[in-house]
Structures are given as structure tokens and as C-alpha cells.
């Protein structure tokens, strides 16, 4: 069976955008010899298997229900984007997906989107609710704030540390005990979500002041909020929340989360909250409790990532490449166009399965191996 074309040529348009390369580039130092070329059939055998036999019709009727000059818009953007790009840097973006710290994260990745497509098998295990959620965030926050939150996250000083100290008040017993336990006291799915929305209701106030957070968590006295390793925790936290350039951009997304405004000015003046009890925040009681997917493994794992001294070269391309985009209003537009597109409850309820089957059967190192011959020269085509 031939390989659908559309949805080949989008996959491979995607990797030749990703990793920068383009008929107006400049040939590599040290091209391969054509010969030595391998085709996209022996780098990506079981992305391109699942392909023909019909294991991602979920992704495949997304790519199709885009206009041609959407995708082409989208894939010229990325492209001039990543063009701007020094080869080193381009090289930097491929070791960071091929980084070990990163791969470890995969599976937990799995988990959680497992978590929210649920199975194919058992249609009311899917998270409409959680989708539905994520799908209004990305139709109405502000997406310029939203790269800025991310940009400004990911160069912080703080969050190795401040994650490291949320993993370990997780698997703290007793805050274990508080979240799964029946007895008196337990916070149960209810209290878990009331006292994350306090927190997020008041680092949105127009007059945060971190001493706030101290307050509500001070309310609840099983927390023991001034003992470590909360009160550890809580202190890296005050420390990242001081930087001026990251919390602006975070307040506006948290007023969007809980208003449905894209900025926290759109939200003054008397804006009432979407829901009292968000789907989001449910899911993940939900997973400490049940542990489908072990969040504290995650936390820490993207925290040792973080840490790492040898990643922060391979952020710097990464950080530039969302500074362009957020500043791009065409590619800014179809980027979100396609994530609305995604999210639809008929297509997630197809796509997000379809991505747990990609991720498991390693269609990311198969990504990673195309980008890698591309930028050593090679044109790896499927053979007809």
C-alpha cells in the first residue's frame, strides 16, 4: 500500500522546516554523496508503517481539513525562522532532542497524554472535559504572553530547583496521606482544587504580593507550610515569581486560565471565574491519586534536565526560535489554527491516541534521524 501523500509530504516539509533546511540554503561543509543517502523508508520504517496502514487517520484527516495555503504558510515560516539559525545552533536543537534527559522524559510524556485520550477501546475514558479545556486556552490567551511565559521559564535560574522541591513535597507522606487518604482531614479531589485556585486567584490579583501564597497555604495547618520541604520550596518559588520579565507574562496567562480573558487588564474590573472546579486541576488530583502517571518521576526528571549545565546551549537556539515565532503574526495564526484544529473533541479523541502509538514506537528518534541526514546533505525521499 502507498504511503498517503499529503500526509508523507507534511511529515517530511515538517522535518526539513524543524531543522532548517530548504532549496535556497546553503549546501553543508561536507555533503554525503548521494549513494550514501539513505530514503526516508530506512530512516523512519515504523513512522512510515503506521502511516500506511492507516494507524494515524486522526492526524492524517487534520493535515486534510487545512487549506494548502495554511500549510504552506506555516512550513515557509518555520522555515525562514530556523533559516536565521547558525548551524551550530541547528546542531544544538538536534542534540537536544537526542539529549538522554530528555528521552527519559518520553515516557511520562505517554502517560499523560494517555491520561487525557484515554483508551480507543473505552470511548468514556476520554477527557472531553480536560481537551475542551486546553482547547479555550489556546482560542483565547494571548499567545505573544504566552511564548514570553515559556521564553522566560525555561532561562530561570530557579526552576531546576523549584521543581526538585515540588517533587519532593509530593512524595512527601504526609501530603501523600492528605491527598489519598478517606480519613479526617484528607483534602479529597474538593480541597485539593479549592486550595490551588486560592493560590492561582491570588497571584492574579493586580496587587500580588507573594506573602499571599504563604497566606493560603498558612490556612491549611496539615500542610505545614512553614516546615520543610514546603518551606523550601515555597522560597525558590518567591525567588523565580520576583524576576520581572517572567511574571507579567505568567499573571496574564493565569487571568486567562481563570477569567477566559487573554490579559489580566482584560480582567479587571469584576471578571468571575470560569469554573470553580477546572478539569485540568480534577485530572491531576486524579493522577497523584491513582498515579496513572507518575508526576513526581516527572518533575524530577525535568528538573535534572533543567539543571544540566550541558542543555542551556541547546535552550539558547530553542528560546530564539519562540522569541520569532511570538513576534510572527502569520505563523502565530496557523500555529494556532492548527492546535484549534487538534483539539476538537472529534479529532483529539482520534489524534491523541494516535500520538501515544507514535511516541512508544519511536517515531521521535525517527524524526530526529531524517533532521540529522537532512542537515548532513542527504535528500532522503521515499522510494517509489
Same mark, same amino acid.
Request: aromatic share 4%; proline share 8%; with cysteine.
Given at each position: ?5 499529503? $500526509?508523507?509530504?507534511? $511529515? ?5 522546516? @524543524? ?12 555533503? =554525503? ?8 523508508? &530506512? ?30 504558510? #506555516?512550513? !515557509? ?9 547558525? &548551524?551550530?545552533?541547528? /546542531?544544538?536543537?538536534?542534540? $537536544? ?8 522524559? +518520553?515516557?511520562?510524556?505517554?502517560? =499523560? ?46 526552576? *531546576? ?8 513535597? +509530593? ?15 484528607? $483534602? ?17 490579583? *493586580?496587587?500580588? !504580593? ?11 495547618? @496539615? ?10 520550596? +515555597? ?10 520579565? =517572567? ?5 496574564? #496567562? ?7 480573558? *487573554? ?7 469584576? @471578571?468571575? #471565574? ?12 486524579? #493522577? ?8 513526581? %518521576?516527572? /518533575? ?5 534536565? %533543567? ?9 539558547? *537556539? ?10 510572527? !503574526? ?15 473533541? !472529534?479529532? @483529539?479523541?482520534?489524534? +491523541?491516541?494516535?500520538?501515544? =502509538? ?8 525517527? /524524526? ?17
Amino acid at each position: 500500500m502507498r504511503t498517503p501523500r499529503r $500526509l508523507t509530504a507534511a $511529515l517530511f516539509a515538517l522535518t526539513l522546516g @524543524a531543522c532548517g533546511a530548504g532549496e535556497d540554503d546553503p549546501a553543508p561543509a561536507n555533503p =554525503l554523496p548521494a549513494a550514501t543517502c539513505p530514503p526516508l523508508e &530506512q530512516l523512519a520504517p515504523s513512522l512510515l508503517g503506521h502511516v500506511r496502514a492507516g494507524h494515524v487517520a486522526g492526524l492524517r484527516r487534520v493535515v486534510e481539513s487545512l487549506d494548502p495555503d495554511e500549510i504552506a504558510v #506555516l512550513l !515557509d515560516g518555520v522555515l525562514r525562522l530556523v533559516k536565521g539559525l547558525e &548551524q551550530r545552533e541547528l /546542531l544544538a536543537l538536534l542534540e $537536544l532532542g537526542e539529549h538522554e534527559k530528555l528521552q527519559a522524559l +518520553l515516557p511520562l510524556v505517554v502517560d =499523560l497524554l494517555r491520561a487525557i485520550g484515554g483508551d480507543p477501546a473505552n470511548p468514556g475514558s476520554f477527557r472531553a472535559d480536560v481537551v475542551a479545556e486546553l482547547a479555550r486556552v489556546v482560542h483565547r490567551c494571548d499567545f505573544d504572553r504566552m511564548f514570553s511565559a515559556v521564553d522566560h521559564l525555561l532561562g530561570s535560574p530557579e526552576l *531546576p530547583e523549584m521543581l526538585t522541591r515540588l517533587a519532593e513535597v +509530593l512524595r512527601t507522606p504526609f501530603v501523600q496521606e492528605l491527598l489519598r487518604s478517606d480519613a479526617s482531614g484528607a $483534602l479529597g479531589p474538593e480541597g485539593f482544587v479549592r486550595i490551588v485556585m486560592l493560590v492561582l486567584e491570588r497571584m492574579a490579583a *493586580p496587587d500580588f !504580593d507573594f506573602s499571599a501564597f504563604r497566606a493560603v497555604l498558612a490556612g491549611v495547618p @496539615a500542610l505545614r507550610s512553614e516546615e520543610p520541604p514546603l518551606v523550601g520550596m +515555597l522560597a525558590s518559588l518567591e525567588r523565580m515569581l520576583s524576576d520581572p520579565e =517572567l511574571f507579567p507574562p505568567l499573571q496574564d #496567562l493565569t487571568c486567562c486560565y481563570l477569567y477566559d480573558r *487573554p490579559t489580566c487588564a482584560a480582567a479587571a474590573g469584576g @471578571a468571575t #471565574l470560569v469554573s470553580q472546579q477546572p478539569a485540568a486541576l480534577l485530572m491531576m488530583y486524579d #493522577l497523584f491519586v491513582d498515579q496513572a502517571a507518575n508526576l513526581d %518521576a516527572l /518533575l524530577d526528571s525535568v528538573a535534572d534536565l %533543567a539543571g544540566d549545565p550541558t542543555i542551556e546551549r541547546t535552550l539558547d *537556539p530553542l528560546r530564539l526560535v519562540l522569541r520569532q515565532l511570538a513576534a510572527s !503574526d502569520d505563523i502565530r495564526g496557523k500555529l494556532v489554527r492548527l492546535l484549534e484544529l487538534l483539539l476538537e473533541p !472529534d479529532h @483529539a479523541r482520534e489524534v +491523541l491516541p494516535e500520538l501515544v =502509538l507514535l511516541l512508544d514506537s519511536g517515531a521521535t528518534n525517527e /524524526l530526529l534521524a531524517i533532521a540529522g541526514a537532512i542537515l548532513e546533505g542527504c535528500d532522503p525521499r521515499e522510494a517509489e
